[in-house]
């Protein structure tokens, strides 16, 4: 299994130098490879293939207007031609339904602003040094021995080092490696409970296990609590002048507050996945739109709750831990469904917390019910107990208000 491990690297003054000399190396040959293809469009001619592409480059490196571009390693450059096949590729692949998941856009050209990064693949005599303490150092060619902050070794040696330079100005390194998925056995004590979860904006999550116990993990709202800051920084941006050193410097703030509630949310999810699948068994989740919930109004609330990285998360370390997800299909009517008695009561608007059954007279929370259900349709659970009672009916009966513990949120252990 492919698997990328990433670092902060703490480059020299020069070494930086030489950093963004290689960044701008390879968005020009990206543009330019870029341009070419578009060109060749709009006149009707023959699309120019990945291999006239490195041609054209070999022979830029010996013009004038392009001898710069010798004066930095060839591989990352090649490299930046292989995105753009990638990125072509993909497009075309999205266009036609070959590739699956949301739609790709076409390759658009690269900002001197925006994140830069440079790939080296292992030909191009890339060696990684690991002595300890809590540094590491990658040897890059023409550009030196990059200190980075080495805060798990590696397992293997990488087939690619990827050098990134965010919006925000930090450097980072990223190893990509091929090791066997590691199953860590989890000791007999451990819970062998199932766990239904239904996501959503009030709360982020809402848990409920197959001995009846239930949870809410409150939704932070990462974004919407840095907004009027955001706002603040993007006011002071527009104010200043554009090629100034201050635009820079504002820029680069608007980028930080970003970077912020990027990494709050993602160390968050990150928790809260690593302890459902240490303590259940299985895990049940519910298939979501995400793409299609981002073109309602509640767009910027669907994004800033990070669904679809918390469910990637979840699958991701279940491999891991050996656990078990399930999956149920998107129209499952979860939230329609009584979850005592199984009778559809039809759709409900979002503003209806808490519903009666019409037809066994439950009084149901929303969330949890929904829940129950996502539980139940995942099959996780039996539909009757050793003693001939109703299981669902027990799960769905306690009291909304008093089994609601209070606000919890993930426990402070550290990510895998």
């Given at each position: 299994m492919l698997k990328r491990y990433r670092y902060r690297a703490y480059p020299t003054g020069e070494q930086q130098h030489a950093l963004s000399q290689l960044f701008g190396c390879c968005r020009v040959v990206f543009n330019d490879a870029l341009a070419a293809r578009e060109s060749a469009r709009r006149a009707c001619r023959p699309i120019p293939s990945k291999g006239e592409l490195s041609a054209a480059l070999t022979a830029a490196k010996t013009t004038p207007e392009r001898a710069w571009l010798a004066e930095v390693s060839s591989v990352p450059l090649q490299q930046s031609l292989a995105d753009l096949h990638r990125a072509y590729a993909n497009f075309f692949d999205s266009r036609t339904g070959k590739r699956k998941g949301r739609k790709v856009g076409a390759p658009r050209f690269k900002k001197r602003t925006h994140r830069q990064s440079a790939r080296f693949t292992r030909n191009a005599g890339v060696g990684v040094l690991e002595p300890g303490g809590g540094s590491g150092f990658v040897r890059l060619p023409k550009i030196g021995r990059v200190r980075y902050e080495s805060s798990r070794p590696l397992p293997v040696d990488p087939s690619s080092v990827t050098v990134i330079r965010e919006a925000d100005g930090r450097h980072y390194v990223s190893f990509v490696v091929d090791e066997p998925v590691p199953v860590v056995v989890l000791p007999e004590s451990a819970?062998?409970?199932?766990?239904?979860?239904?996501?959503?904006?009030?709360?982020?999550?809402?848990?409920?296990?197959?001995?009846?116990?239930?949870?809410?993990?409150?939704?932070?709202?990462?974004?919407?609590?840095?907004?009027?800051?955001?706002?603040?920084?993007?006011?002071?941006?527009?104010?200043?002048?554009?090629?100034?050193?201050?635009?820079?410097?504002?820029?680069?703030?608007?980028?930080?507050t970003h970077r912020k509630v990027r990494e709050t949310r993602w160390d968050h999810h990150h928790k809260l996945a690593l302890r459902l699948v240490r303590e259940n068994q299985a895990v049940a989740l519910e298939g979501l739109s995400v793409a299609g919930l981002a073109r309602t109004r509640v767009a910027k609330s669907v994004h800033d709750a990070g669904w679809s990285t918390l469910t990637r998360l979840i699958v991701e370390k279940?491999?891991?831990?050996?656990?078990?997800?399930?999956?149920?299909?998107?129209?499952?009517?979860?939230?329609?469904?009584?979850?005592?008695?199984?009778?559809?009561?039809?759709?409900?608007?979002?503003?209806?917390?808490?519903?009666?059954?019409?037809?066994?007279?439950?009084?149901?929370?929303?969330?949890?019910?929904?829940a129950v259900n996502v539980l139940l349709a995942a099959g996780l659970v039996e539909r009757v107990n050793a003693c001939g009672g109703s299981v669902r009916r027990v799960l769905a009966c306690a009291d909304p208000v008093k089994q609601e513990p209070a606000e919890q949120t993930a426990p402070s252990g550290g990510a895998a």
């Open positions: 819970s062998a409970r199932c766990a239904g979860i239904d996501v959503g904006l009030t709360d982020l999550a809402v848990i409920v296990y197959d001995d009846g116990t239930r949870e809410k993990i409150d939704n932070p709202r990462w974004l919407r609590s840095k907004e009027r800051g955001l706002a603040r920084a993007q006011r002071a941006y527009s104010r200043t002048m554009k090629g100034s050193r201050n635009r820079d410097k504002a820029r680069r703030r608007v980028a930080v279940a491999a891991r831990y050996g656990a078990v997800v399930h999956t149920i299909g998107r129209w499952e009517p979860t939230s329609q469904v009584c979850a005592g008695c199984g009778v559809q009561d039809g759709k409900k608007p979002l503003d209806v917390r808490v519903w009666v059954c019409p037809s066994c007279g439950l009084v149901l929370d929303r969330d949890y019910n929904a």
